[in-house]
């Protein structure tokens, strides 16, 4: 399990692949009863252990291999107004209207996965990020921070959030590949629980 905070540094962006061959590298999942085990692929055998090399088709949406200081890099975009580093990414406008809510009220209202509502509180969603606007009700294992700021949760226990109100990323990565019954069952719950105290220490001079 990796962890990263990040507030007010500029580390460079990364500009070589992702290094997909660490020694050691696992993910993780749960057993029948509950306990932490090494597994190669995600759920329902939905991804591979590794990325081919012959493999032409890229998912802009999921299947992703990168590391931390990439995601940072990522991130950052948000806080910039879409330049990270002096490096223009995304044009100002382009960048506003990722970050604005699309949805009507009835859509933030119907909204769930797995049954849990998604944007119900105090979220509404953009262009492949959660916006937070109000922050009271906003619930933290989708994204806090002030009104504006934005992320999202990955599937297996990815989550990050970029403020450009307090010009802060929070990242935190896990891998925590489990079934939709073990779900149901309560297994692997305390990834998101880790989630939302890592937001609440990391955001605790917000307070």
Not at 104 to 128: D, I, K, S, W
Not at 139 to 162: D, H, I, L, S
Request: net charge neutral; charged share 25%.
């Amino acid at each position: 399990m990796g962890t990263g905070v990040q507030r007010h540094a500029r580390p460079a962006l990364s500009h070589g692949p992702a290094r997909r061959d660490r020694p050691g590298r696992k993910n993780y999942g749960f057993d029948g009863s509950g306990r932490l085990s090494a597994r190669l692929t995600c759920p329902g055998d939905s991804t591979v252990p590794e990325r081919p090399d012959d493999m032409d088709y890229v998912s802009g949406g999921q299947g992703l291999w990168s590391t931390l200081d990439d995601y940072l890099a990522f991130a950052r975009i948000f806080l910039g107004a879409g330049a990270v580093d002096g490096v223009r990414i995304l044009r100002p406008e382009t960048l506003a209207s990722m970050t604005s809510n699309c949805l009507t009220e009835q859509q933030r209202a119907t909204a769930e996965v797995g049954g849990m509502p998604l944007f119900r509180g105090g979220h509404g969603f953009g262009m492949g990020v959660a916006v937070v606007l109000d922050p009271k009700k906003a619930e933290p294992t989708v994204c806090g921070g002030r009104e504006g700021a934005v992320g999202w949760p990955g599937g297996f226990g990815g989550w990050w959030r970029a403020d450009a109100d307090d010009d802060s990323v929070l990242i935190f990565l896990a891998h925590n590949m489990v079934e939709r019954d073990q779900l149901s069952r309560g297994i692997g719950l305390g990834v998101y629980e880790a989630i939302t105290r890592f937001q609440a220490l990391a955001s605790a001079d917000d307070r």
